[in-house]
């Protein structure tokens, strides 16, 4: 306790009271004058000790957990946790986790996972370490003192002008040439899906998606009632024949897709399924959305041509974001869009929010023409790379032989299966007791039925953190797979559907 | 063109050759080397002159234009712009000229808008002149020291806690207590609506609006395909005895409102009016959503309480929007949402764009515990206060007697009328020619029909503009009220309700 009376708050300062003592029990602990898993005091205790209110020490705990510096036990008290770990809080607050938690009791596995020390391979968010704050800082800087007021107008429903012309020459390097009346801007890729739903689909129409695929896709097309037709997706891109099939029976709006390094399997498109699809979408008079969430990050010589560089016919909407390579928070992706359905999407944008925030957009403009983008990607794919190789190995080092998986050209995400009538969902609630967590194939399945398929990521690993978490995670799988067999009750609690 | 010889351009910098060109030109007029309506020199031969290609040029004109220092007349070239209505181009881009362009030919109107100098009475985005720009970048700068990374991760969805706190204790101020768990942050009180129109209502579902109301939540609910009831308005309130009857006939999910200095009518309710809402709310089991933009702009001595402070039974749905009085480009707003729907609420905002900026709501919330915002808010009330004497002023000294009106008590609008049987979108025609702009009331009905109604606004007008502008305005209504009754062929061009 003793070190609890340095503490000083003061009632007069426009801070509120928790916040300073938040600053100051942070400050604490990561100057290591309160070493971790150290109990903190109970609440009456020290809010009687600095003569506060009991809710200002609830708010500065809870603001602590939030923030990853303490941990809770119910029953027994709050402590401080081990700093190595306490990236993982911003980690959980991403789409696949949310998504996640929805399905299976949000309010479990939250308190689950912010409690524990886990290692994270669920989370697809980089983390806040890898971001170019510094640079970022002086170009909003730049932005102010150049454009003052004109920084907080409405900035115009399509994007910042100066902007959309920036991307028209950085996607360039991507292949893809556009004019700069097709580029719209949006708050992020999931606004992007959801105002393309917003346009384009009506009560009761069709789209079709891959299977499995992103679940924020899926709940964008569910909220507008759309019906799902999701087709198998194969190590080489979606299976033509059944894609075909379905095109024949159905006319959907549009087929939504990642071709590159798809989310979760990590398979990209050949070159062959490519055209096939762009054709398909000419017969049948379809549009193609193209979530680009990740093609820029490659570790192989392969080709990740990005289907709307090879678009000849305007079947493409293409979707690009920024948040896995650069800053989630930054809330900017953007759209290149058919001139045909340009008119609905703006009006679409414009009902959502309508328009992007314009220092954002006039900040990042400056970092583009700045050449600091480059710079940044190449940092990323170092690191990336790193994990990634060192995942590679530690799979095949340490997991049995019962699990299969695929290794992708790139990307973030790595899908591994199960042995068949095992379940996923079941392994799941085995390791996050042990504290390595996933994310559960049963989450990007439009129905969210259980599955042998599970996806582990590198966004939100740390390198030295990668051979221990598999190592952990392969000892449990082995232990799973024996007592699973053994237990042909819980093997009955589920129907698998293969 | 000598003075043209001036520019240098610098092939090397990493800034677009166009936009080096688009401040060099910009200066050149903001410090006189250019007077006001000097055509410039014609595309070809000023690249000629800067050894650049012609598509630098068009591009720096084409910002210039859109930043409003220069006019385009067809066939004739660009010229300078008169200064002092340059701020008009950052005017044009907000809600309300957006649905008002969509519905009267988008193109033509913005092409009219830009290209003339008008006296904007149309807008109610506040110029940028009036946001606190230092004070702002202050904040941002704190908190990117302060939280480094952790202000880019993905932010919570339901908002940045500590904010969700600050206003638990700012709201406190309007009389409404609540729990933070009932905040919810969004980007915009458009995305309020739109995310509360995506939770709450399905297809067919019914809502009813006052009539006339704010085009931007029509176009939100119509997106949902709600059926809208639209029930009139009257001095007080809401025309309570149509409103009854329509409940008797129909479920809505809601009644949207705004209780205070209603858009576009300046009406404010009775606390009878109130009451009685918040009864019949409870009585036919349905919700209100208060669409709270502009409480705080009161004028008078009279009460003007929102309807959630009075919420004894948690009926109302409470939306604060900061854009009006704050700085629109910021892109937030929050909620307060009842605990029955809080979750298909955070859910909806989850598949809309997963979260608000967190570097805006953390910036927000300093500046909120800085002290800060009640000195902007008294700094805006005085601006405005002034803009609004003088309008009621101009109005009683110039207006035409034909012309029936209604003082607000507070707010950004006035409701005018012509005399039944005239058409305020043909008085707007005419207007707009003769460089005085406003909106009439066809943009505020469900069904976007002709009425005698329109809305003239103080946001975007200087003080100083305002006597000319109702001069202007009023001799044109003379001018338009003896013609139009001699054109009895214009008057069956329409069909008038009344």
Known sequence: MQIFNTIKLNKNSTQH???QLYNQIKNLITNGDITHHTKLPPIRKLSNLLAVNNVTVVNAYKLLQQEGYVYK???????VEDLNTKDLQSKLINEDIRSFSEEMNEAEITKDYLNTRSINFASTAPTPDLFPVDDFKIVLNEVLDRDKGNAFVYQESEGYYPLRESI????QNYGINTDIENIQIVSGAQQGIDILSKSLV???DIVFTESPTYPGAI?????????IIDIPIEEDGIDIKTLQNKLRSFRPKFIYLMPNFQNPTGYSYSEEKKQRLLELAEEYNTFIIEDDYLSDLSFSENVNSTLKSIDSSNRVIYI????KIFMPGLRLAFMIIPKSIYNEVLSAKHTSDISTSGLIQRAFDLYLNKGKWQKHIHHMEDIYKKRFDILVESINKYMPNEISWYIPNGGLNFWLSLPEGYSANELYKLSRKKQVVFVPGSVFFTDQRDSTHFRVSIASVYS?????????LSTLIEVFLKEYKNKQTAMDMYTPYL
């Open 320 to 323: 690009k974001s920024f948040s």
């Open 464 to 472: 030295k953190e990668i051979p221990e978490g598999i190592k952990k």
């Open 168 to 171: 028209k020459t950085y996607i």
């Open 17 to 19: 009271l928790y916040i």
């Open 219 to 227: 709940s964008a097309f569910k909220s507008r009632a759309a019906r």
């Open 73 to 79: 036990k119910v029953g027994s008290g709050t402590f």
């Open 202 to 204: 009506e009560y009761g």
